[in-house]
């Protein structure tokens, strides 16, 4: 089992800047998974925002490039999402998840392939 928590969120205007951290725990190495983050706004499906690889090569949905960046600290084996120029639409519940194993290029940003998640963190971007 692995076991993620997010921290990080709040409510900023819009503009700011925010960073959520995501702490992973248990039977979790590093090498072996690929990790992303996804958000869930109020009457609207869970969409995949950024996802990085075993190896580190990373993935962005393209309302998110150029302002959000993923990244892990394999030592800490923590995850973050550093977000700038936040938007109203970015307001949302943002969730971390993980996958064993490898993801083709097409799935990194589908939520059904993930098999752990954490419980969330809220993001509100006021206009």
């Known amino acids: 089992q692995v076991q993620l928590v997010e921290t990080g969120g709040g409510s900023v205007q819009a503009g700011a800047s925010l960073r959520l951290s995501c702490v992973i725990s248990?039977?979790?190495?590093?090498?072996?998974?690929?990790l992303g983050w996804f958000r869930q706004a109020p009457g609207k499906e869970r969409e995949g925002v950024a996802f990085i690889d075993s190896d580190g090569s990373t993935t962005y949905a393209d309302s998110v490039k150029g302002r959000f960046t993923i990244s892990k600290d394999n030592a800490k084996t923590t995850l973050a999402l550093e977000m700038s120029s936040l938007k109203p639409e970015d307001t949302a519940m943002y969730y971390c998840?993980?996958?064993?194993?490898?993801?083709?290029?097409?799935?990194?940003?589908?939520?059904?392939?993930?098999?752990?998640w954490g419980q969330g963190t809220q993001v509100t971007v006021s206009s």
């Open positions: 998840a993980a996958m064993w194993g490898r993801i083709g290029s097409r799935y990194r940003l589908e939520s059904q392939v993930y098999n752990y």
């Open positions: 248990g039977r979790y190495t590093y090498r072996a998974y690929c």
